[in-house]
């Protein structure tokens, strides 16, 4: 069975649906509501469990109530938290998001203070018991610490690039496979087109280099040339997570032995369905959906 650590943050997610997103201060009214577990490697997690994947999460939650739920929402998908620290007498992280009728969302995100940020603990794990390693740079030290060891373990790496104040060079250069979003790959090289900034990037990695953006789909570097995945055309609810799953669904492809045009297909095809439905994780397909759906595009 394939193996795969997911190493970075785990938030409460609460979700408000409403028509229009705000475009001023005022007092609006939601028409649904949904508190559901989030983060870029959690979601990324439970998107490779479900698709059949064993999946370790590992990260950092408090003693309370929000990192029991979210605890136990890991699991009841497969993903084992048994490498998930928690902090006594600590708050869990949480995001706000407002959701509109057409699934753009804005998000605002509260990473709890409480959960320090040493990932010297980590090096009590054996990172060569996994096939893929994937984490995120909400938790930098974490990040840096995993791929480190997978590095010496001869185990492949890929990088969720997506938005942090933090310079993110380092972790970079330790990823096999960097996929960006597109504001990340802006913050990082300061290039606002999106190819000259994944041009930039290559620069730091030996690696490969890729950026998700949306319903453009996704663009990376093979043999120096731009390649490029479109997105699939999908009747969308919610975007949330999107980004999240295509980089567990990154990883499985990968673990299998498919990167490139096989492994980005694939990823978006995944990321196209989770939108089909409200939150970031109800609407992760498994692998026999995705072919079915894909069967569709011969």
């Known amino acids: 069975m394939i193996r795969i650590a997911c190493v970075g943050i785990t938030v409460m997610d609460r ?31 439970v998107a490779a469990a479900k698709l059949g994947a064993k999946v370790d999460f590992i990260g950092r939650v408090g003693d309370d ?3 029991t739920s979210l605890l136990q929402e890991l699991e009841s ?10 902090f006594s007498h600590a708050r869990s992280s949480q995001s706000a998001i407002v959701v509109d009728a057409r699934g753009e969302r804005i998000i605002v995100t509260y990473p709890s203070p409480d959960l320090q940020a040493d990932a010297s603990w980590l090096n009590d794990i054996d990172f060569s018991q996994w096939d893929v390693v994937l984490a995120d740079v909400r938790w930098h030290e ?6 480190t060891q997978a590095r010496a373990a001869g ?3 890929v990088l969720d690039g997506d938005t942090t104040p933090q310079d993110i060079s380092d972790l970079v250069a330790l990823s096999d496979h960097a996929v960006f979003s597109a504001p990340g790959l802006r913050r990082m090289t300061g290039e606002q087109d999106l190819l000259t900034g994944l ?4 620069m730091l990695t030996n690696g490969h280099v890729y950026v998700t953006n949306g319903s453009e789909g996704c663009f990376w570097l093979e043999n120096q040339q731009i390649a490029h ?15 999240d799953v295509f980089h567990g669904a990154f990883a499985y492809s990968l673990a299998q032995g498919e990167a490139g045009v096989d492994g980005v297909r694939f990823a978006s095809a995944v990321a196209a369905l989770k939108c ?6 109800a609407g992760i397909p498994d692998c026999d959906q995705t072919r079915s759906f894909l069967s569709l595009y011969v």
Do not use: C, H, W
């Open 199 to 202: 041009k930039k990037s290559q």
């Open 155 to 157: 185990v492949p790496t």
């Open 77 to 86: 998908f497969g993903v084992s938290t048994r490498y998930t620290k928690r």
């Open 65 to 67: 109530d929000t990192g």
């Open 276 to 281: 089909t439905r409200p939150g970031g994780r």
């Open 229 to 243: 995945q479109s997105g699939f055309s999908v009747d969308v609810v919610d975007t949330t997570g999107a980004g």
């Open 142 to 147: 974490g990040t840096k610490n995993a791929f």
């Open 15 to 45: 979700l408000y649906y409403v028509g229009d997103l705000p475009t001023e201060g005022g007092k609006y009214v939601a028409n649904n509501y949904r508190e559901v577990g989030g983060g870029p490697a959690a979601t990324a997690a």
